[in-house]
């Protein structure tokens, strides 16, 4: 399976404040994801990070608030911006189509534990 | 909402006895995916099941998959402590199979 780093494991913020997360992969995917996780519930896709484009937000969820970047096909980032304690959730890449896994399996990072107060 | 549901919530149960979780999902799909979750951290993939297999099993996991039913279930065999976790099914569609989340089913196992 891929290993999958985030940056950072959790943080606490201001209101009105901005943080960009990192996905790390060691080795090339085809995919990558971003998902939310609010506290007590499931998970839900933030967006598909693609590779030198533009990332396809899932509904609900706009490029202003959260901007991806994914310039590599190891690396991705997500911006949660202008924050509202509404936000404060776990954040997690996702990564599939790595050359050990068949192309669907998909394996998720460690999380990034946001407080917004 | 496109969530999938998962019953039941809660499970709880004795060390040595078998937990089933059952998951139902709305669209069509590409294949069915395990994970489990330890009190909020990551998540570790435990199974993919492909639309066009019935029953998949690995170690003490059996899987299995009514695409007629939009159903499936998981089964944990000989239950220990250390299983104790939420276990979510989440569905893959789509060219980029993305993945559409149950709402999971947190299982206590007792020692």
């Known amino acids: 399976s891929a290993v999958i780093s985030q940056k950072p494991s959790r943080d606490i913020c201001q209101r009105g404040t901005s943080l960009t997360i990192q996905c790390q992969v060691d080795?090339?995917?085809?995919?990558m994801f971003w998902y939310r996780q609010q506290p007590g519930q499931s998970l839900t896709l933030i967006a598909t990070a693609n590779q030198g484009s533009e990332a396809t937000y899932e509904s609900g969820f706009v490029i202003d608030k959260f901007p991806i970047s994914r310039p590599n096909l190891t690396f991705s980032t997500l911006t949660v911006s202008n924050m509202s304690p509404e936000d404060s959730s776990i954040y997690l890449c996702?990564?599939?189509?790595?050359?050990?896994?068949?192309?669907?399996?998909?394996?998720f990072g460690p999380g990034t534990r946001l407080t917004v107060l | 909402s496109q969530q999938g549901e998962e019953d039941p919530q809660a499970l709880s149960i004795q060390e040595g006895e078998n937990a089933t979780m059952n998951c139902s999902y709305k669209?069509?799909?590409?294949?069915l995916q395990w994970y489990r979750q330890n009190s909020g951290r990551g998540l570790v993939h435990l199974i993919l099941?492909?639309?066009?297999?019935r029953e998949k099993h690995s170690g003490r996991l059996r899987v299995t998959l009514d695409t007629s039913k939009k159903s499936s279930s998981l089964l944990i065999t000989a239950s220990r402590a250390a299983d104790t976790a939420s276990y979510f099914c989440?569905?893959?569609?789509?060219?980029?199979?993305?993945?559409?989340f149950g709402t999971g089913t947190l299982l206590a196992v007792q020692p």
């Open positions: 099941i492909r639309s066009n297999e």
């Open positions: 989440a569905t893959g569609s789509g060219a980029t199979n993305k993945l559409i």
């Open positions: 669209t069509s799909i590409n294949n």
């Open positions: 080795s090339q995917v085809t995919m």
């Open positions: 996702s990564v599939s189509g790595n050359v050990f896994a068949g192309p669907d399996t998909q394996y």
